[in-house]
Protein backbone atom coordinates (compact mmCIF):
# COMPACT_ATOMS: atom_id res chain seq x y z
CA UNK A 1 0.00 0.00 0.00
CA UNK A 2 1.18 3.28 -0.12
CA UNK A 3 3.07 5.00 2.53
CA UNK A 4 4.29 8.51 3.05
CA UNK A 5 6.32 9.42 5.68
CA UNK A 6 7.40 13.08 6.23
CA UNK A 7 10.72 14.28 7.91
CA UNK A 8 12.39 17.85 8.62
CA UNK A 9 9.72 19.86 11.07
CA UNK A 10 10.87 21.60 14.23
CA UNK A 11 11.04 25.03 15.69
CA UNK A 12 12.46 27.53 13.81
CA UNK A 13 12.15 31.46 14.17
CA UNK A 14 10.40 34.03 12.34
CA UNK A 15 12.46 34.50 8.69
CA UNK A 16 14.22 31.22 9.08
CA UNK A 17 14.05 28.49 6.90
CA UNK A 18 13.24 24.52 6.61
CA UNK A 19 13.08 21.97 4.50
CA UNK A 20 11.07 19.26 4.53
CA UNK A 21 10.79 15.57 3.24
CA UNK A 22 8.37 13.24 2.42
CA UNK A 23 9.42 9.34 1.22
CA UNK A 24 6.94 7.85 -0.58
CA UNK A 25 6.72 3.72 -1.36
CA UNK A 26 4.57 0.97 -2.27
CA UNK A 27 3.47 2.14 -5.72
CA UNK A 28 5.17 3.40 -8.87
CA UNK A 29 4.17 7.18 -8.54
CA UNK A 30 4.95 8.31 -11.93
CA UNK A 31 1.34 8.83 -13.07
CA UNK A 32 0.52 9.98 -9.22
CA UNK A 33 0.75 13.79 -8.03
CA UNK A 34 1.76 14.97 -4.81
CA UNK A 35 0.76 17.56 -2.45
CA UNK A 36 1.41 19.17 0.83
CA UNK A 37 -1.28 20.41 3.29
CA UNK A 38 -1.24 22.34 6.94
CA UNK A 39 -2.86 22.10 9.59
CA UNK A 40 -3.02 24.64 12.45
CA UNK A 41 -4.64 24.58 16.21
CA UNK A 42 -8.88 25.21 15.24
CA UNK A 43 -7.96 25.84 11.68
CA UNK A 44 -8.80 22.81 8.82
CA UNK A 45 -6.58 21.45 6.88
CA UNK A 46 -5.42 23.87 4.21
CA UNK A 47 -3.61 22.63 0.30
CA UNK A 48 -0.06 24.37 0.63
CA UNK A 49 1.73 22.52 -2.93
CA UNK A 50 1.04 20.53 -5.02
CA UNK A 51 3.44 18.86 -7.68
CA UNK A 52 2.60 16.65 -11.21
CA UNK A 53 5.52 13.68 -10.73
CA UNK A 54 6.10 13.02 -13.54
CA UNK A 55 5.94 16.60 -15.31
CA UNK A 56 6.78 18.76 -12.73
CA UNK A 57 4.27 21.04 -12.79
CA UNK A 58 3.62 22.90 -9.55
CA UNK A 59 1.08 24.73 -7.99
CA UNK A 60 1.10 26.86 -4.80
CA UNK A 61 -1.38 28.34 -2.53
CA UNK A 62 -1.53 32.43 -2.89
CA UNK A 63 0.04 32.16 1.02
CA UNK A 64 3.14 30.29 0.42
CA UNK A 65 3.98 31.47 -3.28
CA UNK A 66 7.54 32.75 -3.51
CA UNK A 67 7.96 31.60 -0.19
CA UNK A 68 7.80 27.96 -0.70
CA UNK A 69 9.21 25.69 -3.23
CA UNK A 70 7.29 21.83 -3.76
CA UNK A 71 10.15 19.55 -5.72
CA UNK A 72 10.71 16.09 -6.32
CA UNK A 73 13.60 13.34 -6.49
CA UNK A 74 12.37 10.52 -8.91
CA UNK A 75 15.41 8.28 -8.01
CA UNK A 76 14.87 8.70 -4.59
CA UNK A 77 10.73 8.78 -4.36
CA UNK A 78 10.66 11.40 -2.14
CA UNK A 79 8.83 15.24 -1.94
CA UNK A 80 10.39 18.24 -0.75
CA UNK A 81 9.17 21.22 0.74
CA UNK A 82 11.47 24.12 1.10
CA UNK A 83 10.38 26.87 3.08
CA UNK A 84 11.68 30.52 3.31
CA UNK A 85 10.84 33.85 5.18
CA UNK A 86 9.02 31.49 7.35
CA UNK A 87 6.20 33.42 9.93
CA UNK A 88 4.59 33.11 12.66
CA UNK A 89 1.39 31.96 11.15
CA UNK A 90 3.17 29.75 8.94
CA UNK A 91 3.41 27.27 11.93
CA UNK A 92 0.73 23.95 11.65
CA UNK A 93 1.04 20.51 10.86
CA UNK A 94 2.26 19.53 8.04
CA UNK A 95 1.13 16.48 5.84
CA UNK A 96 2.63 14.97 2.67
CA UNK A 97 -0.34 13.61 0.42
CA UNK A 98 -0.92 11.68 -2.92
CA UNK A 99 -3.01 11.69 -5.36
CA UNK A 100 -4.17 8.91 -8.07
CA UNK A 101 -4.36 8.67 -11.63
CA UNK A 102 -7.96 9.72 -11.91
CA UNK A 103 -8.51 11.89 -9.14
CA UNK A 104 -8.40 15.81 -9.98
CA UNK A 105 -5.22 17.67 -10.04
CA UNK A 106 -6.84 20.83 -10.76
CA UNK A 107 -9.58 20.42 -7.60
CA UNK A 108 -6.42 19.33 -5.31
CA UNK A 109 -8.08 15.69 -4.21
CA UNK A 110 -5.96 13.32 -2.65
CA UNK A 111 -6.13 9.58 -1.70
CA UNK A 112 -3.20 9.49 0.43
CA UNK A 113 -2.01 10.52 3.48
CA UNK A 114 1.44 10.89 6.20
CA UNK A 115 1.27 11.51 9.57
CA UNK A 116 2.57 14.60 8.97
CA UNK A 117 5.33 16.68 10.86
CA UNK A 118 5.27 19.87 13.13
CA UNK A 119 6.79 22.89 12.08
CA UNK A 120 6.45 25.84 14.76
CA UNK A 121 7.68 29.29 14.19
CA UNK A 122 8.44 31.78 16.65
CA UNK A 123 8.71 35.42 16.61
Known amino acids: QVQLVESGGGLVQAGGSLRLSCAAS????????MGWFRQAPGKEREFIAG????????DYAASVKGRFTISRDNAKNTVYLAMNSLKPEDTAVYYC????????????????WGQGTQVTVSS
Open 26 to 33: GRTFSSYY
Open 51 to 58: IMWSAGIT
Open 97 to 112: AAGSPGRSWYRRQYDY
